[in-house]
């Protein structure tokens, strides 16, 4: 059975699952398809047919599409999706569907928190996964296809068992197509776990698809994939761990430090963090190299946090930003604006704490209640939506938008306060010092990877002054 697993055409550098907040970002980065590179891995290694199909990476029109299917001729076609591409994303299904009559399986978070609703969105879609699906298209593959159009994706313990990510990519797609803009391009993304424990109301991976169950990587395989990348990718210059907190587990973290340095390994690598790690351990992470963490700050007022379920407390997380500083490491600081309880007082407290936490790189974005999530329940049932017609969640080009409003915060002034803090934040003194300093030492590697960023930022902000 020959299968083509597609991300599928929309505006070009749109995100779907390899990005938890899918979209296209004000920054200009390019995520890697990351679960479908490991299904491609997965699916390659039992010996079946496959072509991995990236269309946002490579500007794919539809046309160009189905150009690519038409020259593999595949029984089943995959195709990713996420909530602020499904309406686009259904069309596709149909238009494929309609032209060449292959099986169509939707997979991602999306369609794993309304599996019966994307049904009834679409006649052509045949099937959709719930969940995880590296072990159900394998199943696809070998034994046909099963009597219910909603399968039960099974989550992947052994995950020892994947191929590695990376060496998908160096097989099957064009690593400078991607670009993440607080690394040194080009970079690649892997993982070395799956599942989350934590509790966060609006994270949909962990609500949806991996679940709260965390399933680890043997430290020995992870820097096996470390050392591959380092000796068969030479040109890559940042390894982001894409785990949803890599360093949840404190002592696993030690130990992929002293193998990455009992190896003699020199990588850079790059990990997404909680604010609440200590400083013995930022410095042997730091003395293993990695570079940045990413750290979910979201709100800089504790009730928020608590009300959303953050589990964080403000004085940990500024005594953490001081250890990281101390560490010698980098943070790229990710705020949001719009959870439940937001107030133009409690965003402005974000604002505030932003300064005081004063990350090398920094996102503000609009809190998105993904279907699916405790949040997009609570929204929904509460009437804080301003639309649940998924084609609303996006704007033209592909930007996401923010699609909650609450009495005494509307959605227009959600939307105006995210835009002004990006703005007053790239131009702090303070801010704009770092960011020469960096591109002064590391002109070539920095300043390609900063004027990318700038001048797309510029040019989103150019063109919501202009609509």
């Not at 609009?366 to 509460?382: D, I, S």
């Not at 070539?444 to 919501?464: M, P």
């Amino acid at each position: 059975m020959r299968m083509l697993l597609l991300n599928p055409p929309f505006v070009p550098r749109f995100n779907r699952t390899g990005c938890r907040w899918p979209s296209r970002t004000k920054s200009d980065t390019v995520c890697y398809p990351m679960w479908l590179a490991y299904v491609m891995g997965w699916l390659e290694k039992h010996g079946d047919e496959v072509l991995l199909l990236d269309a946002p990476a490579r500007s794919l029109t539809i046309e160009g599409t189905r150009s690519r299917i038409s020259s593999f001729s595949p029984d089943v076609l995959v195709i990713d999706t996420a909530t602020s591409s499904i309406v686009n994303d259904l069309k596709v299904t149909s238009e494929l569907k309609k032209e060449f009559g292959i099986t169509t399986v939707l997979v991602g978070p999306h369609v794993s928190a309304l599996p019966k609703e994307t049904l009834e969105m679409n006649r052509d879609v045949d099937y959709v996964v719930v969940g995880e699906y590296d072990r159900v298209l394998a199943e696809i593959a070998e034994k046909g296809y099963p009597n219910t159009r909603i399968i039960q994706g099974k989550p992947f313990e052994d995950l020892d068992a994947l191929p590695f990510a990376s060496e998908v990519y160096k097989k099957h797609l064009r690593i400078e197509d991607y670009f993440y803009s607080l690394c040194r391009y080009p970079e690649v993304q892997i993982m070395g776990s799956r599942g989350c424990p934590y509790r966060c109301i609006f994270c949909v991976w962990a609500h949806v698809f991996t679940g709260r169950s965390v399933r680890f990587r043997s430290v020995e395989n992870l820097v096996d994939e470390l050392e591959y990348i380092d000796s068969e990718l030479p040109q890559v210059k940042d390894i982001i761990l894409e785990d949803d907190t890599f360093t949840f587990n404190h002592k696993r973290v030690l130990e992929v430090c002293k193998e990455i340095k009992n190896r003699g390994l020199d990588v850079d690598w790059i990990v997404n963090a909680r604010a609440d790690v200590p400083y013995s351990v930022l410095k042997e992470m730091k003395s293993a190299g990695c570079r940045m963490l990413i750290v979910g700050y979201e709100s800089g007022n504790q009730q928020i946090l608590d009300k959303n379920k953050k589990d964080l407390k403000i004085e940990r997380a500024l005594q953490f930003s001081r250890d990281v500083k101390k560490a010698g490491l980098q943070t790229m600081g990710c705020f949001m604006i719009g959870l439940l309880g937001e107030t133009r007082e409690t965003a402005r407290q974000t604002f505030e704490f932003a300064k005081k936490v004063d990350p090398d790189f920094y996102f503000f974005s609009p809190a998105t209640p993904f279907a699916g999530t405790e949040f997009y329940r609570v929204c929904k049932e509460k009437g804080y939506l301003v639309s649940e017609d998924w084609a609303d969640w996006v704007d033209v080009e592909g930007y996401l938008k923010n699609v909650v409003s609450y009495p005494d915060f509307s959605n227009e002034e959600i939307s105006q306060t995210i835009d002004e803090f990006l703005w007053k934040f790239a131009f702090r003194r303070r801010f704009i010092l770092k960011s020469m300093r960096k591109i002064l030492f590391h002109p070539y590697v920095e300043g390609r990877r900063f004027f990318r960023s700038f001048i797309h930022g510029v040019k989103y902000f150019a063109d919501r002054h202009r609509g």
